[in-house]
């Protein structure tokens, strides 16, 4: 069955840096699209960053533009979130989802359980 | 940037009770939108896409509706199970989510 699981969130200083992955797993994953969305505590849902199936086009949302970059490995079925230069309103539980669009589902058909990062001096 | 509004942020219902949620943007999206639930300290689950496409296996209680500018989901005689938040995305070149509804037993 389809499995994404986040990993590489903590604490961290603000100003530092946090590389996150999403291993994937059930699926192929070197097709699919793929997304990070974040929801700070008690907030809604906020969408930060896509890459295609292939790495070839990636978009970040403005508030991340610059400090947060995208990635994949498609030989290690494995999603990452570069993050640089946290600040405090980075805090927040992080998740990777998929786009089901190569499954003819135009939306985000499955998700990981999150990997909580917060920034804290 | 396309805004969203999600309307209302927070609804009070009883068990049986039929609920609509409002999503509108600030221009056309024709029908790029979705619907997702979300229960605390859960991911969201994906239930609507393409603003009216059941996703597999979401009970056909639940439907969406709408294209261009406006948008509802539609949950049809409420089971205890449906209490969570619920979320529109826009799903084009960005994925913005609208604010969020809250549903809470009345």
């Known amino acids: 069955q389809v499995q994404l699981v986040e990993s590489g969130g903590g604490v961290v200083q603000p100003g530092r840096s946090l590389r996150l992955s999403c291993a994937a797993s059930?699926?192929?994953?070197?097709?699919?699209?793929m997304h990070w969305v974040r929801q700070a505590p008690g907030k809604g849902l906020e969408w930060l960053a896509v890459?295609?199936?292939?790495?070839?086009?990636?978009y970040h949302v403005d508030s991340v533009k610059g400090r947060f970059t995208i990635s994949r490995d498609n030989s290690k079925n494995t999603l990452y979130l570069q993050m640089n230069s946290l600040r405090a309103e980075d805090t927040a539980l992080y998740f990777c989802?998929?786009?089901?669009?190569?499954?003819?589902?135009?939306?985000?058909?499955?998700w990981g359980q999150g990997t909580l990062v917060t920034v804290s001096s | 940037d396309i805004q969203m509004t999600q309307s209302p942020s927070t609804l009070s219902a009883s068990v049986g009770d039929t609920v609509t949620i409002t999503c509108r943007t600030s221009q056309s999206i024709s029908n790029w939108l979705a619907w997702y639930q979300q229960k605390p300290g859960k991911a969201p689950k994906l239930l609507i896409y393409k603003a009216s496409t059941l996703e597999s296996g979401v009970p056909s209680r639940f439907s969406g509706s709408g294209s261009g500018t406006e948008f509802t989901l539609t949950i049809s005689s409420l089971q205890p199970d449906d209490f969570a938040t619920y979320y529109c995305?826009?799903?084009?070149?960005?994925?913005?989510f609208g604010q969020g509804t809250k549903l809470e037993i009345k």
């Open positions: 995305q826009l799903y084009d070149s960005f994925y913005t």
């Open positions: 059930g699926f192929t994953f070197s097709i699919f699209t």
């Open positions: 989802a998929r786009d089901g669009h190569n499954s003819a589902v135009d939306g985000f058909d499955y």
């Open positions: 890459i295609w199936f292939d790495g070839s086009n990636k």
